[in-house]
């Protein structure tokens, strides 16, 4: 009698605490989720209908489905876009070739200084990001020590030779800006990596070169990765190097997004551009990364 | 022309706060045309992006600008009570009490005697990155939360056209009288029913002399072959495209647009042929000085700043004449404090305070009878034309004529496009 009365009671009680179990990962990610519908879907979406508006502050803007501001990236823009490219390229191989072996030695031979070396990397971060481009403007000055010491060289002309307010002043800036961001993935990637491995690479006659290409190149690749996608797709989008250190010549699409949505006020160009700079970076990220991912790009 | 630097008022409280390029600039003097503009506009991106987001639905104003304007009035009474003002203005450009000449600077001064308690924000870095950060709520009809805000003319007359300023109640600001004669009526607000200028300022033809190896008093100077590559500009139409009209013998003050877009075209090729550096914010005067730059247009304010330290730095009133600007106090529709606004307006129009404020400031002193009480603070100061310009002065001055909607964003694209964007 009991036994019958208390069975199914159980069996309740069990079937709510599954129901519970099962909205457990629902719950877990409810704030995650919500975080990107609202900071991330909707503003999307909200910057595509933007994008196919017509108008004016003054008359207001409407939804009209116009795709002009849409053209107009590559009809008016391709050096711009060109510039951007060019630039998020250089300065990616460029700061891998720098903060690679600057990775390699930190994670290797630094021993117990590699913290001090560690928040020598980082401490130029807590100076702001634009005192720290502004700066560049004293080192690179037309009568500072490398401008002189290159046109000493004769690698620059004497008169009319600068760096300053040149293509090569913003790359210089975008390397330095982005380096510890290159540099801190890389690093810890070669941390993780088990000296044994090594040893017994030794032990397998690998070379040091050929430990290096066979062991610890793949194994710091995903470092590779992070680091390489962390300063390509800001560089891609940035526009204050080129505002602070380049000059007009020099332009990118992250200055024309600037002029469109602050000077000229057209918010339906400025929504379109930015997407297209957004679609054009995901698109060759995805690549990128796949390939890589793939291992190709090491054989 | 030897200005006296005061007492290195404007630098001894901002040293602590910078470092490296900042401090260098900071040290030299720099005004209250923020060296933070840059970072300003990188700012207003990402406040902007919900602006942005949000501008989905912006509805047109200009049908609404006309009831706006007859209906600010009343609505003021509702806020006489309030003892709160709050105002937005540009990084130094008001005396602090640490450098008052009488010990009290001029917010306490308005604080003690109206009782009203202020909450004053350098919050302007760039007109543009302003608007860019408030146009959203502006345009929804809601308050910024600020009671007065100082904006460049162009951009006074962009928010007077889209109908987000309120009316002065000008029984409330009796010392509006005081305005000097040569800017009480411009274009964009004939009546100043709805703007009270703040500060005003020249820009000129600002050089180095040891790279120009002598005098200039043209602005030809920017054209010349000689300085190419040294060459700057400052950005913003009222400035790049005046200094240009004025260089071609036009004038800026009523020309029209194909006379602008004309000016345009010769940025353009000034920036291709590799003439100009650079089209600079505030930072132009840094590079002046770094010796960067040999010839520029040059903000008034800035230069005399900086003459003490660095003597090889010139101010010019090019023969073609210069470009004469005002920073404009206006109150943002849906201010909550409007009254005390008014107050605030009608305060700095009484001449001893205005005079106080000029001898903070060195820019151009909007208020009449400033510069006889300016004789109690400092007798060097009464006889400085950048403070105090006379007549003949100001007949060489020119203010870029307002633009309608459409001219504007005509202008702001060939400019655009003439300088690589």
Do not use: H
Not at chain 1, 139 to 146: R, T
Not at chain 1, 223 to 247: K, M, Q, R
Not at chain 2, 105 to 119: K, L, M, P, Y
Not at chain 2, 127 to 155: C, H, P, R, S
Request: glycine share 8%.
């Amino acid at each position: 009698m009991t036994a019958t009365a208390d069975r199914p009671a159980r069996t309740e009680a069990a079937e709510r605490a599954e129901r519970r179990r099962r909205r457990v990962p629902y719950l877990l990610l409810a704030p995650g989720l919500l975080w990107l519908l609202v900071f991330y879907v909707i503003p999307m979406f909200q910057l595509g209908t933007t994008s196919l508006q017509e108008g004016t502050l003054e008359t207001g803007y409407r939804f009209t489905g116009n795709v002009e501001s849409w053209t107009s990236v590559f009809t008016t823009y391709l050096p711009q876009l060109r510039n951007s490219l060019l630039f998020a390229f250089g300065a990616t191989a460029i700061g891998l070739l720098v903060a690679y072996p600057l990775a390699y030695a930190i994670a290797f031979y630094t021993g117990r200084w590699k913290g001090l070396f560690l928040s020598l990397l980082l401490v130029p971060l807590l100076v702001p990001f634009l005192l720290r481009t502004l700066a560049w403007r004293v080192i690179l000055a037309d009568q500072g020590v490398i401008v002189s010491t290159l046109q000493t060289l004769g690698i620059l002309p004497d008169a009319t030779g600068r760096l300053l307010s040149t293509g090569w002043a913003v790359l210089a800036g975008l390397i330095y800006n982005y380096l510890a961001f290159m540099t801190l993935p890389i690093y810890v990637a070669l941390d993780k990596i088990e000296p044994r491995l090594l040893e017994a690479a030794n032990d397998l006659y690998a070379n040091p070169w050929t430990a290096f290409r066979k062991v610890t190149l793949p194994l710091s690749m995903p470092g590779v990765i992070s680091g390489t996608l962390l300063t390509f797709i800001p560089a891609a989008g940035d526009y204050v190097n080129v505002d602070l250190l380049g000059n007009r010549t020099w332009t990118m699409m992250g200055n024309v997004i600037q002029s469109k949505f602050l000077v000229i006020v057209d918010y339906p160009a400025a929504a379109a551009i930015s997407l297209t700079l957004m679609a054009i970076v995901v698109t060759m990220v995805v690549v990128y990364v796949r390939r890589v991912g793939t291992e190709e790009l090491l054989q | 022309m030897t200005p006296k630097r005061g007492y290195g008022r404007r630098t001894g409280s901002m040293d602590a706060l910078m470092t490296v390029g900042a401090r260098n600039a900071a040290a030299q003097g720099i005004s209250r045309r923020d060296f933070l503009r840059r970072v300003g506009g990188a700012g207003a991106v990402m406040l902007g992006g919900p602006a942005l987001l949000s501008a989905c639905g912006i509805e047109g104003t200009a049908e609404t600008s006309a009831t706006t304007a007859a209906g600010s009035s009343g609505s003021t009474a509702a806020a006489g009570g309030s003892n709160q003002l709050f105002v937005d203005n540009w990084i130094l450009y008001i005396d602090t009490t640490e450098d008052s000449p009488d010990g009290t600077s001029t917010i306490d001064e308005f604080q003690a005697e109206s009782g009203i308690e202020v909450t004053y924000t350098e919050g302007v870095n760039s007109n543009e990155e302003w608007f860019g950060k408030y146009q959203a709520q502006l345009g929804a009809g809601q308050a910024t939360g600020f009671d007065i805000v100082v904006l460049t003319d162009y951009m006074a007359a962009r928010m007077l056209r889209l109908g987000y300023a309120e009316q002065i109640d000008k029984a409330n600001v009796p010392n509006a009288v005081n305005l000097v004669d040569a800017l009480k009526s411009p274009s964009f607000d004939p009546e100043r029913d709805f703007t009270m200028p703040w500060q005003s300022g020249f820009t000129g033809l600002a050089y180095d002399t040891d790279q120009t190896g002598g005098e200039l008093d043209s602005w030809e100077a920017i054209r010349d072959p000689k300085f190419k590559g040294k060459v700057g500009l400052i950005g913003g139409y009222p400035d790049s495209i005046g200094v240009i009209l004025l260089m071609q013998g036009k004038d800026p003050s009523t020309a029209s647009l194909d006379d602008m877009l004309g000016a345009a075209d010769e940025l353009a090729k000034l920036v291709s042929d590799g003439q100009l550096r650079q089209v600079y914010g505030n930072e132009y005067i840094d590079e002046l000085i770094a010796g960067n730059l040999a010839v520029t247009a040059g903000w008034s304010g800035d230069i005399f700043a900086n003459q003490e330290d660095s003597p090889n730095l010139q101010f010019a009133f090019p023969q073609e004449g210069v470009m004469i600007w005002t920073d404009n106090m206006l109150i943002p529709k849906g201010a909550a404090n409007k009254a005390n606004a008014e107050k605030w307006m009608d305060f700095y129009y009484r001449p001893a305070v205005a005079a106080e404020l000029a001898y903070w400031v060195w820019y151009v002193s909007p208020v009449a009878g400033a510069q006889e009480a300016m004789a109690d603070i400092d007798e060097e100061f009464v006889d400085q034309p950048l403070i105090f310009p006379d007549e003949a002065t100001l007949s060489q001055s020119y203010i870029f004529r307002a633009l309608d909607e459409t001219e504007e964003t005509t202008l702001n694209e060939a400019v655009a496009e003439a300088t690589g964007v």
